[in-house]
């Protein structure tokens, strides 16, 4: 878990816009949260687990706010 967490958290330093990281790791299942996490995303760790992250398009900041269980 910890080894895909410092891959995804590499590809998001890399990252300057949401779309190019959608677009360029299909295989992440990045994707828009809604509900109380609007305005977040999600993509895949591993097996259930996600990294739930901000990201601001103005400072091309991102912010890892968790990392969780999707089933939980």
Not at 12 to 24: P, R
Not at 46 to 70: A, C, G, M
Request: proline share 1%; hydrophobic share 30%.
């Amino acid at each position: 878990m910890a080894r895909k967490y410092h891959q995804r958290v590499s590809i998001l330093e890399e990252v300057d816009s949401i779309n190019k990281l959608c677009l360029q790791h299909p295989n992440l299942h990045c994707h828009k949260l809604t509900g109380d996490r609007k305005g977040q995303w999600a993509l895949n760790l591993k097996d259930q687990w996600r990294l739930i992250f901000s990201y601001d398009e103005t400072t091309k900041t991102v912010t890892i706010e968790e990392v969780s269980n999707h089933y939980d």
